[in-house]
T-cell receptor, first 110, second 114 residues
Framework: ETGVTQTPRHLVMGMTNKKSLKCEQH?????MYWYKQSAKKPLELMFV???????ENNSVPSRFSPECPNSSHLFLHLHTLQPEDSALYLC?????????FGPGTRLTVL | SQKIEQNSEALNIQEGKTATLTCNYT??????LQWYRQDPGRGPVFLLL?????KEKRKERLKVTFDTTLKQSLFHITASQPADSATYLC?????????????FGQGTTLQVKP
């Protein structure tokens, strides 16, 4: 266990659904991240929260909306997704330097 | 444009041999470079970090080198074991930001045969 948990582990949703992914860390880290991992492609950084500052990847569609209510929790709100958004969504946290990853949420959009 | 390249083909070696994985990058000046291990269906696990002013770093059977002139890092696993079979990811620090942003390579899959 890395100290970073993600729920749910698997999610199947239709294109008109709204769902949220949750990430939690109790490592005392001050930065949290969302990544997307598609088959045969590198991890793509989606969002970063650091010291309450959000750094957003400009290529992330608005149908993905992050929320970081405190330093231990991170959410990714999903709405009107497309089939090509199906992937493994990974959360990570760090204090600078190495990142600690959660197990990921396997998302399938029908 | 910025680019990170790892051997896309799987690396197959015999147990007991040394595995060497390569990470090349262009148009970066990373403050540090990291290596992660990822098993199927799981998140990456941090292995080693090497800074731009370090040439080599070791941890048990693992060794990482960092050549900022060649823009290359080599990752070695000595006395490899079947349990070392996994995908290994190279990641570069993106700028000097305190946000710790990393850019990942696509990974190299290592298969160690008994």
């Amino acid at each position: 266990e890395t100290g970073v948990t993600q729920t749910p582990r698997h999610l199947v949703m239709g294109m008109t659904n709204k769902k949220s992914l949750k990430c939690e860390q109790h490592l005392g880290h001050n930065a949290m991240y969302w990544y997307k991992q598609s088959a045969k492609k590198p991890l793509e950084l989606m969002f970063v929260y650091s010291l309450e500052e959000r750094v957003e990847n400009n290529s992330v569609p608005s149908r993905f909306s992050p929320e970081c209510p405190n330093s231990s929790h991170l959410f990714l709100h999903l709405h009107t997704l497309q089939p090509e958004d199906s992937a493994l969504y990974l959360c990570a946290s760090s204090r600078g330097g190495e990142q600690f990853f959660g197990p990921g949420t396997r998302l399938t959009v029908l | 444009s910025q680019k990170i390249e790892q051997n896309s083909e799987a690396l197959n070696i015999q147990e007991g041999k040394t595995a060497t994985l390569t990470c090349n990058y262009t148009n970066y000046s990373p403050a540090y470079l990291q290596w992660y291990r990822q098993d199927p269906g799981r998140g990456p696990v941090f292995l080693l970090l090497i800074r731009e002013n370090e040439k080599e770093k070791r941890k048990e059977r693992l060794k990482v080198t960092f050549d900022t002139t060649l823009k290359q890092s080599l990752f070695h696993i000595t006395a490899s074991q079947p349990a070392d079979s996994a995908t290994y990811l190279c990641a570069l620090a993106h700028g000097s930001s305190n946000t710790g942003k990393l850019i990942f390579g696509q990974g190299t899959t290592l298969q160690v045969k008994p």
